[in-house]
C-alpha cells in the first residue's frame, strides 16, 4: 500500500564544504550545532572543539561513524575533516587487502571501482547518523584543473575537491548543500591602462558555476559572506522522533548484523571466532556483546575476522 506524505520533511543535512587550504573551512564547520570533529589533519588544534581521536585504519573510521550512530546525544554534528585523508585511509587499506604497491597497480581502474565501493560504505555510515538527526559535515580540499571543452572552444582553469575521478562525484551527489569557500577577487583598470586584482573577501558559493562546483536546495543567494549566521536557520531545532523509528534503537549488535549481512557471515561463524581468540564463549549470542566490545573489536578488526572465518570454511570443505 502506497504511503503517500506532502510537504516538507524536517531532517538532519548533509553538507560538503570545500576550498583552498587556511580559508576557514574547520572554523565554518565548527560553529554548527555542538559538533563532534573527525580531525584528521590537525586542522582545529587552535579551536576550542570537541574532537575524537584520529582513526589509524580504514576500519576504525567506520566503526567510529557507527558507533556515533548508535550514541546519537553525544552530539548534534559530526564533522569529518577531511575527505581526502578519509580517501587515503580506503587506499592503504585497499593496497594492504590485496597486496599491491599502490591503488594504479591493480590495473584496468579496479584499484579505482574498489575505492568507490568502500566510499560508499562511509556514505551508508552517514545516512545512519541522519535518521539519529545527526547532521553530517564532510569538509574537503581544493585543487585546480584545467577543463577541457569537449567541443573545441577552448579551455579554463575550475576549482574541483583534491578527491579521485570515482570519489568527488559521490560526495557532490550525497550532500544537500555543497559550500566553495574562496577569496572573492576582481580585476580593475588603472589610469595608466594596467589591471591588477582587488577585494580578497572570504566568500562561499552556493550555486554551480563553469569554475566551480556547489549546490543547495533551500535557495540560498549564489554568494554568500563566509560566515555561518547565513546558514543557521536551514539547521533550526530538529523535532523528536518517535522512539520506535530512532537510529538510537538500533544497538550495536544490530550494526554488527548490517557488516554480517554486507559479507555473507553467519552469527555462529563470529560466535566460534570470537570464542577461539577467548573474548566471549561460544554459547554468548552477540547481542550479549558489550558496546565496546563490538566496534572497539569486531567491527575495528573485521578484516582479521574474515580472515578466520574464510580460514575455517575452507578447512570443513
Not at 128 to 152: G, S, W, Y
Not at 270 to 279: D, L, T
Request: glycine fraction near 6%; proline fraction near 4%.
Amino acid at each position: 500500500m502506497l504511503n503517500i506524505t506532502k510537504g516538507k520533511i524536517n531532517r538532519a543535512q548533509k553538507v560538503v564544504i570545500y576550498g583552498p587550504e587556511g580559508i576557514g573551512k574547520s572554523s565554518l564547520a565548527a560553529k554548527f550545532p555542538e559538533p563532534l570533529f573527525i580531525d584528521t589533519e590537525g586542522g582545529t588544534a587552535q579551536m576550542d572543539v570537541r574532537r575524537i581521536d584520529k582513526p589509524q585504519r580504514w576500519e576504525d573510521l567506520l566503526a567510529v561513524v557507527q558507533e556515533v550512530a548508535v550514541t546519537p546525544n553525544v552530539c548534534k554534528s559530526l564533522i569529518l575533516d577531511t575527505a581526502d585523508w578519509a580517501e587515503q585511509l580506503i587506499v592503504d587499506y585497499l593496497c594492504t587487502k590485496y597486496k599491491q604497491n599502490s591503488i594504479e597497480s591493480f590495473g584496468y581502474g579496479k584499484g579505482y571501482t574498489y575505492l568507490a565501493e568502500e566510499f560508499t560504505r562511509l556514505l551508508n555510515g552517514f545516512d545512519q547518523l541522519l535518521t539519529a538527526n545527526i547532521h553530517v559535515v564532510v569538509t574537503a580540499h581544493a585543487k585546480m584543473r584545467k577543463f577541457e571543452q569537449p567541443d573545441e572552444m577552448g579551455a579554463y582553469d575550475r576549482w574541483e575537491m583534491k578527491l579521485s575521478k570515482q570519489v568527488a562525484p559521490l560526495l557532490k551527489e550525497w550532500c544537500d548543500l555543497l559550500l566553495f569557500c574562496n577569496y572573492q577577487t576582481f580585476v580593475v583598470t588603472s589610469e595608466n591602462n594596467t589591471q591588477k586584482a582587488q577585494g580578497g573577501k572570504r566568500v562561499m558559493y552556493t550555486s554551480h558555476h563553469p569554475a566551480w562546483d556547489a549546490k543547495n536546495r533551500v535557495q540560498l543567494p549564489e554568494v554568500l559572506e563566509l560566515d555561518y549566521k547565513h546558514l543557521a536557520h536551514i539547521f533550526a531545532e530538529l523535532p523528536s522522533q518517535p522512539m520506535e523509528t530512532k537510529a538510537a534503537e538500533q544497538t550495536s549488535a544490530d550494526a554488527l548484523r548490517e557488516v554480517m549481512e554486507r559479507y555473507g557471515v553467519s552469527e555462529d561463524e563470529v560466535r566460534q571466532v570470537v570464542a577461539a581468540r577467548g573474548k566471549y564463549p561460544a554459547t554468548t549470542g552477540i547481542d550479549d556483546y558489550s558496546d565496546e566490545f563490538v566496534f572497539g573489536y569486531v567491527i575495528k578488526y573485521w578484516d582479521q575476522i574474515m580472515e578466520l572465518i574464510e580460514q575455517s570454511r575452507k578447512a570443513k570443505q
